[in-house]
């Protein structure tokens, strides 16, 4: 049997939604697990080069896992994954390794967690930490998580263009959820919940409110101080018009083109032109199977 799952990159946060916003977006990472070859793993594209080989990485831990905790022992499998997604950017690569693992081991052992998005964003979630990458990369979309296993999906306007800007560098996300203060001034979380109300009004009915809603005063400016080359380019773009956040904890910055807006990816190349800059869809639905007998 061979199994090829389809988990698409994530923008969490998408500016004050901090930890409950997610955005999926059509850019994917494919895994293969195949019951009739010898066991292996390999990869090509993103990470190729950098991730394990010897089953320490986070698609092999969670098919373990998942069959852990029915019982089982885990499938023997060659496991193969073409990555898109660039690592420790901000862009959901964790949540899809750990979405793409539930659902292979779902369909390998028969326990129907795949068809069934409340257990896969239970699991997923469980297991990497953030329900506002898993529940986009589950459900498809753009999601309001709320962390307590509750998920919303709000149906994006047509007329919402993302792009991300994807600097050389990386930014670990527990580096980066590390530095947050613990505590945050009253006046700092109104501003949040007002700005975060606006960004679901702008995805779904009224894009050109983006620049207003994006504003976030609970973790960019503490991780943007992370990364000042991309607090710079940041800065620089927000100066000329460009409406942009931060990508889940970075440092991948999330952009959106507005009509009448300036061309943002001849901005975005203009002003960091090392940087990978990938206009892309909102992605209307979550992870695929395909399974081939
Ligand atoms: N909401 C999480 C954070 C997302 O910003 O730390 C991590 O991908």
């Not at 530095?179 to 919940?193: G, H, I, K, Q, S």
């Not at 960019?220 to 990508?247: H, I, K, N, T």
Request: aromatic fraction near 4%; glycine fraction near 8%.
């Amino acid at each position: 049997m061979r199994v090829t799952v389809e988990v698409p990159a994530t923008a969490a946060n998408l500016g004050p939604g901090f930890d409950a916003f997610g955005l999926a977006l059509d850019h994917c990472n494919e895994m293969t697990a195949d019951t009739d070859r010898p066991p292996s793993l390999t990869w090509e594209g993103e990470g190729a080069d950098e991730l394990p080989t010897d089953g320490t990485d986070m698609v092999s831990e969670t098919i373990r896992s998942v069959a852990a905790s029915m019982g089982l022992e885990a499938p023997a499998v060659a496991l193969h994954g073409r990555n898109r997604i660039p690592l420790a950017r901000g862009l959901g690569s964790s949540s899809a390794a750990v979405v793409a693992g539930v659902a292979i081991a779902s369909r390998l052992l028969d326990l129907g967690i795949d068809r069934d998005p409340v257990s896969m964003l239970a699991i997923a979630a469980g297991i990497e930490g953030h329900p506002d990458n898993a529940a986009p990369a589950i459900h498809g979309g753009m999601t309001i998580a709320t962390g307590e296993g509750d998920v919303h999906q709000v149906a994006v306007h047509e007329g919402v263009h993302p792009l991300v800007l994807v600097p050389d560098v990386t930014l670990p996300t527990a580096a980066a959820r590390a530095a947050l203060p613990d505590t945050v001034p009253f006046a700092d979380a109104v501003f949040n919940a007002t700005h975060a109300a606006l960004v679901v009004e702008a995805l779904a009915r009224d894009p050109a409110l983006l620049p207003t809603a994006l504003a976030d005063r609970l973790h960019e400016g503490v991780r943007l101080a992370m990364v000042p080359d991309v607090a710079d380019v940041a800065d620089e773009l927000r100066r000329l018009g460009v409406a942009l956040c931060v990508s889940g904890a970075g440092p991948t910055l999330l952009a959106f083109q507005l009509e009448g807006g300036p061309d943002v990816q001849a901005t975005a190349r203009a002003v960091a032109p090392t940087w990978r800059v990938w206009p892309l869809r909102v992605r209307p639905h979550g992870f695929t199977v395909r399974v081939t007998e």
